[in-house]
């Protein structure tokens, strides 16, 4: 059985690259638990880049459109980038096409987890200990912890397991892209149409 990875290293990990909990804990996994060697595998995936460049303002970027064969699932999506230059260069274009498609397929419900009411979570939360009555404290609160990870990862956009690669998330992808590209992208709003779906 594999031994669970300490949360004083992926804080330490974080601390170091300023990378998500998730993408330390993945890096972690990747380099066996030594954490020079999870710093160089974040650096390589672009994940340590694309959080230095965080706080970078995106004013430019497109609104692009993807209508799926058959006619029935539409998309909509808006992503940002620092300059003009970018958003019209084909590696730009190429990602928020893929975008389009991971939204198509998955139909994603927030774009990231801060997006996602509290409400929401505290509904979700409530639904999994009402499924799980009697378990011990300790043992309820990591089955918690496991299947919000799971509720996160399937409505949210960047949370996603990457149509293109099973083996990267779409944060990962889009961390990726930054940096190669050299400047920061962010995949601001969405939103999913499929026929006949009830209205809100």
Not at 129 to 137: E, L, Q, S
Request: hydrophobic share 40%; with cysteine.
């Amino acid at each position: 059985m594999k031994e669970p990875i300490g949360v004083e290293l992926i804080k330490e990990l974080r601390e170091k690259t300023g990378a998500g909990i998730m993408d330390c804990k993945r890096a972690i996994e990747q380099s066996g638990g030594a954490l020079e060697e999870a710093e160089k595998w974040l650096w390589k995936q672009g994940i340590a880049k694309a959080q230095k460049k965080s706080a970078r303002e995106t004013p430019e970027g497109v609104i692009a459109s993807y209508i799926h064969v058959g006619d029935k699932v539409g998309v909509l999506v808006e992503v940002n980038c620092e300059t003009d230059f970018v958003a019209r260069n084909s590696a730009f274009r190429d990602l928020v096409k893929d975008i389009t498609l991971q939204i198509a397929a998955a139909n994603p419900q927030y774009v990231s987890r801060d997006q996602v009411p509290a409400a929401e979570v505290e509904r979700v939360r409530e639904e999994i200990a009402a499924d799980n009555v009697g378990k011990p404290p300790a043992i309820l609160e990591k089955i918690v912890a496991g299947r919000l990870e799971k509720f996160f990862a399937t409505n949210c956009l960047l949370e996603q397991t990457f149509i293109k690669d099973q083996n990267a998330t779409v944060r990962e992808v889009l961390a990726a892209k930054i940096g190669q590209i050299g400047e920061n992208i962010v995949v601001r709003r969405f939103v999913r149409y499929q026929l006949g779906e009830p209205l809100a």
